[in-house]
T-cell receptor
């Protein structure tokens, strides 16, 4: 697997600390996404970006922040305001084209708040 | 607002039996529908999309706009089909993608 990477694979954080999850892609995709995956709840969209220097809130953006300064990178910061941050986080990217845009997913980061 | 519903959390079938994973959606415009699959210890990946109208690994899915459904079907289940399956919707012309809660398919030998 290549193309889209996430780091670290596992992350531990103390309550009250902010933490940043990395997502990088070399697929030349314009669109990038952050999802949270919880058992029984599927994938819920946190933030997405359609182009550099622009991003939109997803369905569960509260307590999270993102930036999109480079096409290749879309880091996610989990802030202390996120009430239940322990989860599996997935990053994805896709081309922006008419009809049928496949999303490519990273391997994920498992965040545990201690 | 767009919404995707997968009513079954777990679907268990015997090897060789037919499989149908249900997906219903709500969206007022013309959506693009996808099925993604996550095998054990692998990344989430695209299985098929409605505009391709193709069969992948024996699976097919037909978009029924009248019933707002996009059910995934396979006539004969195989053990290697055991995985988590997600239905997803993308509004035409927009990039926000909504996923269902997923269905775990368990194929019993």
């Amino acid at each position: 697997d290549g193309g889209i990477t996430q780091s670290p694979k596992y992350l531990f954080r103390k309550e009250g600390q902010n933490v940043t999850l990395s997502c990088e892609q070399n697929l030349n995709h314009d669109a990038m996404y952050w999802y949270r995956q919880d058992p029984g709840q599927g994938l819920r969209l946190i933030y997405y970006s359609q182009i550099v220097n622009d991003f939109q809130k997803g369905d569960i953006a509260e307590g999270y922040s993102v930036s999109r300064e480079k096409k290749e990178s879309f880091p996610l910061t989990v802030t202390s305001a996120q009430k239940n941050p322990t989860a599996f986080y997935l990053c994805a990217s896709s081309a922006v084209e008419v009809g049928g845009n496949e999303q490519f997913f990273g391997p994920g980061t498992r965040l545990t708040v201690l | 607002a767009q919404r995707v519903t997968q009513p079954e959390k777990l679907l268990s079938v015997f090897k060789g039996a037919p499989v149908e994973l249900k997906c219903n959606y709500s969206y007022s415009g013309s959506p693009e529908l996808f099925w993604y699959v996550q095998y054990s210890r692998q990344r989430l990946q695209l299985l098929l999309r409605h505009i391709s109208r193709e069969s992948i690994k024996g699976f097919t899915a037909d978009l029924n706009k009248g019933e707002t459904s996009f059910h995934l079907k396979k006539p004969f289940a195989q053990e290697e089909d055991s995985a988590m399956y997600y239905c997803a919707l993308k509004p035409g012309g927009y990039q926000k993608v909504t996923f269902g809660t997923g269905t775990k398919l368990q194929v019993i030998p």
